[in-house]
């Protein structure tokens, strides 16, 4: 709900809600620190200072979530998830690490990200982000349907 009501202020004022934005802005305004620039991001301005805070509070704000919630190292995960990978803190953060890592290729490949391109897109009623949203959906229940096969009953 949150997060809707994000994309809807940011909407209302006529910019956009993107994290592979947000990190490009933040590799701008770090690279203005040492003098370099981002050809990406050619103006470093208020719209790109929110993206870039708004990556920086990413992780600190999910830490803090965790934390509060108690849930910072017990977090339940799926047999599935459990037989693939190494239990234990450090083997999920490497395996998210990771995966964020072939997600954000991903966005750069196709020009964007599920939070910019899919959601912040349907509040404009954009027929590009409805066919990604159904792509996505499609793609991930497809995706589901064939790890999970056979092992629902179980």
Known sequence: MLAGLVILAATAQGQYLGI???FAALVA?????FGGSLASVPALDETTAWRAAMVLGLFPGAAASAALSGSFRNVPVTPLWAAAFRSGLAGRAVAVLVAGFLIMIGALVGGGCTTGAF??????????????GMTFFGVGMATAFALYWGRWGA
């Open 20 to 22: 592979s934005g947000g």
């Open 29 to 33: 305004h770090a690279a203005a620190l």
């Open 119 to 132: 959601m912040a897109g349907f509040p404009t009623l954009s027929v590009g982000s409805i066919a990604m």
